[in-house]
């Protein structure tokens, strides 16, 4: 689980924000002793849920991206010193343009700490550090710097590489890549390595909800026939009245014609022999079945709403959150689905959930409307006049528990709408567009 990401000098973010899921001591108002907002670890209550707000370009994307980016560095590693790591800094300031992005993270493997720290150029990776904390006491895996065009790597008591490995991964570092992201790709034996290049890879996930195509469900196979999964997406659908009673997720092969192998490219040939060793064609068909007064009916896959295939997906990510303890990072959440099944979905995943965690960015600002959400689990972003993202909290000393959310936003009290409503002059808008369209 994150304790807290830091993010500096990357995309809309100049100054350092730090991104806090330790939570209050907000007792909320749960309606129901099964849901509970936080997972206690050792003293530290961490929040299950995060739900940033704001304008269109605030940079609650960013937020997102910069989890992104830490991920994609810790686990994915160059081949070629020549290549360049990936570089996106403040660009609305001269000097923000030559400095480091800064991001760091501290997160719990099990029930031990570790703060991850990474600072990369255009050209190569200016520092790295991975340590871990045993409460008071801090002890170094390894730091990583960069001076005159030479990497620097040490170990420390924390780190239980063997000496020999240790070299192996000095000399198998590149400046373009990250010390996490090397040991990954090589054979070596280390617990604490191992386990933290694991965490980055398999426990935080990157969801983008509007970049999602619903055909794109029919290759989640595995999923939609597990049958605990099964059972839990159609106990939810028959909760909110979907009419659907059950699914059924059918295979079938083709043989390919001869020419495909004889006029397709190279690449294409080779693709399609990896993913299919039996050079046979497989395609998914998935059928519901729609329950009504006069029967039951089958209805395929592609006559559903994309509401519904949404809905399911939402589904099957929540239930592998909490068979699998991730942490999901998803951008427009509650895309296409009723806000109130994602009241009930997100309600589910709290009751259900342990190690697991929601980080998620929404325009929908109906979801103030649900009166279980704790004030400490919404970050607003905003925008400065210098074009710098500022995320904040909300002040529990101005807002009252007892306080309608959505109300209180609307208000402007929260700060960061894209206009007050109650203060436009629409006419006096209308006006200025129609003497611009003469």
Not at 37 to 56: A, E, S, V
Not at 333 to 350: D, G
Not at 419 to 424: A, H, Y
């Amino acid at each position: 689980m994150i304790e807290s990401l830091n993010i500096k000098n990357y995309l809309s973010f100049k100054e350092e924000q730090v991104i806090s899921f330790i939570a209050s001591r907000e007792k909320g108002n749960n309606p129901s002793e099964q849901e509970n907002w936080f997972t206690q670890i050792g003293d530290t209550k961490l929040l299950k849920i995060l739900i940033f707000i704001g304008n269109n370009g605030a940079g609650k994307t960013n937020a997102l991206s910069a989890m992104g980016y830490l991920r994609h560095v810790a686990i994915d590693r160059f081949k070629d010193i020549e290549e360049k790591p990936d570089f996106e800094p403040f660009m609305l300031d001269d000097n923000s343009r030559k400095k480091p992005s800064e991001l760091s993270i501290v997160y719990y493997i099990d029930e031990q700490k570790f703060s991850y720290h990474i600072s990369v150029c255009k050209d190569y990776i200016v520092e790295e550090s991975l340590i871990l904390h045993d409460g008071r006491k801090t002890a170094s895996v390894y730091k990583r710097s960069y001076d005159k065009e030479h990497t620097n790597i040490s170990f420390g008591n924390a780190c239980d590489l063997s000496v020999e490995d240790k070299r192996s991964l000095i000399v198998n570092t590149i400046s373009n890549s990250s010390v996490l992201a090397t040991f990954g790709s090589m054979n070596l034996t280390s617990t604490v390595l191992r386990s933290n290049y694991l965490y980055f890879r398999n426990e935080i996930n990157m969801v983008s909800e509007p970049g999602f195509n619903p055909i794109d469900l029919l290759s989640d196979v595995k999923s939609l026939n597990d049958p605990e999964a099964k059972k839990v997406i159609l106990k939810l659908l028959s909760s909110v009245d979907a009419k659907i009673s059950d699914y059924e997720v059918k295979e079938h092969m083709f043989d390919l014609p001869r020419n495909f192998f004889e006029e397709a490219p190279h690449s294409v040939i080779e693709k399609f022999r990896k993913e299919n060793p039996d050079g046979k064609f497989h395609q998914n068909e998935l059928t519901f079945e729609h329950h009504t007064s006069r029967g039951d009916y089958p209805i395929n896959f592609s006559m559903e709403s994309r509401g519904t295939i949404s809905m399911i997906r939402m589904i099957i990510l929540i239930y592998d959150m909490i068979k699998n303890r991730r942490s999901s990072f998803i951008d427009e959440f509650s895309y296409s689905v009723h806000q109130l099944t994602m009241n009930l979905l997100m309600r589910m995943f709290l009751a259900l959930s342990t190690k697991s965690q929601i980080v998620i960015t929404t325009q929908s600002i109906a979801i103030l409307l649900n009166r279980a959400l704790r004030r400490d689990s919404i970050r607003i972003c905003q925008k400065s006049e210098d074009g710098e993202t500022q995320i904040q909290p909300i002040n529990q000393s101005e807002v009252h528990k007892n306080k309608n959310l959505f109300k209180v936003y609307l208000d402007n009290d929260l700060e960061g709408l894209p206009f007050v409503e109650d203060k436009f002059d629409f006419d006096e808008f209308i006006r200025n567009i129609k003497d611009d369209l003469k």
